[in-house]
């Protein structure tokens, strides 16, 4: 059974971090590309970095410099480290396996003062 679960996400105040994180079934995670998508209300869903299964990455311009995206193999285990945070990163985040239809449940990221 594949299974994809998000955690991390919380409420934190403009400037701070917060990490993500997203444990997948085995078969899921060496065989795909994971990434991480944001979607705020009324706004379009955006990938905001991926990360192959030998770990070459790639960031939208919104995040770059501010978030990182890594992977441990051996936990099965795809991380999101989000820094310097703007009311603007507000979303509830996802990380599927690119290129097919295995998403998690997301997890809510809250900035705000």
């Known amino acids: 059974q594949v299974q994809l679960v998000e955690s991390g996400g919380g409420l934190v105040q403009p400037g701070g971090s917060l990490r993500l994180s997203c444990t997948a079934s085995?078969?899921?995670?060496?065989?795909?590309?994971m990434g991480w998508y944001r979607q705020a209300p009324g706004k379009q869903r955006e990938l905001v970095a991926r990360?192959?299964?030998?770990?070459?990455?790639n960031y939208a311009d919104s995040v770059k410099g501010r978030f990182t995206i890594s992977r441990d193999n051996a936990k099965n285990t795809v991380y999101l480290q989000m820094n310097s945070l703007k009311p603007g990163d507000t979303a509830v985040y996802h990380c599927?396996?690119?290129?097919?239809?295995?998403w998690g449940q997301g997890t809510q990221v809250t900035i705000s003062s």
């Open positions: 990360i192959t299964p030998g770990g070459n990455t």
């Open positions: 085995r078969s899921i995670f060496t065989n795909y590309a």
């Open positions: 599927p396996a690119l290129g097919t239809n295995y």
